[in-house]
C-alpha cells in the first residue's frame, strides 16, 4: 500500500513518518511518499524524515518530490498537511489564538 503526504515539507515530517514507519509492517504499507511544492524545505524535513523511516522500516520505499501528480500516482491514501500562508500564515494564526 503507497500513502502520500501533501505538505511533507513541515516540521512535523519527521514524526509523521516515524508514526507510520513503526506501523508500516503491520498495516502493509510498502511505499511512503512526502510532497512538497517548497523545494527547500522538503529537502530539510522531508530528508529527516527519510532518515527516520529508513531506520525504523527499511524494506519501505520512501521517496520525496515537488510533484502532485508522481505523488498522488497509484497512491492508496493521501493525507494532507497544507498550512495556505506558509510559516507567514501560521504566526499569524497563532498570535490570533493567543489575543
Known sequence: ???TVIGG????SMFLAKSIAQKAERLNIDELCFMDNNEE???IYGGMASHVANL???EMKFSLTTDAVKAI?????????IRVGEDDMR???ERIALN
Open 1 to 3: 500500500m503507497k500513502i
Open 9 to 12: 515539507g513541515g516540521v512535523r
Open 41 to 43: 524545505k522538503l529537502k
Open 56 to 58: 525504523l522500516c527499511p
Open 73 to 81: 500516482s497509484d497512491a492508496d491514501y493521501v493525507i494532507t498537511t
Open 91 to 93: 504566526a499569524k494564526d
